[in-house]
């Protein structure tokens, strides 16, 4: 049986984001019946086998399966985040000093410290203390705290780190959605988990949609009323 022109227009918004009712409603269908309508018009087997024929034509035009997106939805709600952006504690000045006393970097950072020392002074007018390298030197800031400093307790301190996205592992690159500066900094976008995870469980039909409301005792409500049938000739909303 060929389609109507309603009907074929209804193929063709449906494949767009594959919602009945929206696609009834692009189609031409009135408001109060798109619902209707699509849920009906999922069930007739001469427009399943028209969405159908439709996209395997798409997917020969784009060489894109159905396999090749939930693979890719997989990726992304199974990528570990921490591959992108980590927030770590890192030690402090005295966690690796000698005798836990305040560690620089190297010798050019002392020594810068101690001009800034003087200088300060002088502004001041007053004696210049020149900062102590009993610490020693060497500090590196990416080594975890040291459990037994005196000074931050194990504790370090708190920060954000966002990898280097050229060398992301492979099973990261899919949750990776761009940078977006802001007065605030950078902001890493990442795709969302939760709802590619969504897609991968209605794909494989471990959602059922559909609601039942029960009664007091468990079985289905009893409701009692008037029922208005609404007729629709063909030319009208078929």
Not at 148 to 173: I, M, Q
Not at 218 to 228: A, F, K, L, T
């Amino acid at each position: 049986m060929a389609l109507t022109a309603k009907q074929s227009r209804f193929v063709d918004e449906y494949l767009i984001d594959l919602n009945a009712t929206q696609a009834a409603l692009r189609a031409g269908y009135s408001k109060r019946t798109a619902g209707q309508i699509g849920d009906e018009n999922l069930k007739k087997p001469e427009i399943q086998k028209a969405i159908q024929q439709r996209m395997q034509e798409r997917q020969a035009r784009t060489q894109i399966s159905a396999d090749m997106v939930l693979r890719r939805w997989w990726e992304i709600a199974t990528a570990d985040p921490n591959e992108l952006v980590s927030y770590r504690r890192v030690c402090c000045r005295h966690c690796f000093g000698v005798g836990h006393k305040y560690q620089w970097a190297d010798e050019l950072e002392y020594q810068r410290a101690a001009q800034q020392a003087e200088k300060d002074a002088a502004e001041a007018d007053r004696h210049a203390v020149p900062p102590s390298d009993e610490g020693g030197y060497g500090f590196d800031r990416t080594l975890r705290p040291h459990p037994k400093c005196p000074e931050c307790k194990g504790e370090g301190h708190g920060e954000v780190f966002v990898n280097d996205t050229r060398d992301l592992p492979a099973a990261a690159r899919p949750l990776y959605a761009g940078v977006k500066v802001t007065k605030d900094g950078l902001e890493v976008k990442l795709q969302d988990q939760g709802k590619a995870l969504e897609n991968v469980a209605r794909h494989l039909g471990m959602f059922n949609d559909k609601k039942t409301l029960l009664g007091p005792d468990g079985g289905p409500i009893q409701m009692v009323g008037r029922i208005e049938l609404v007729s629709m000739d063909d030319d009208g909303e078929d």
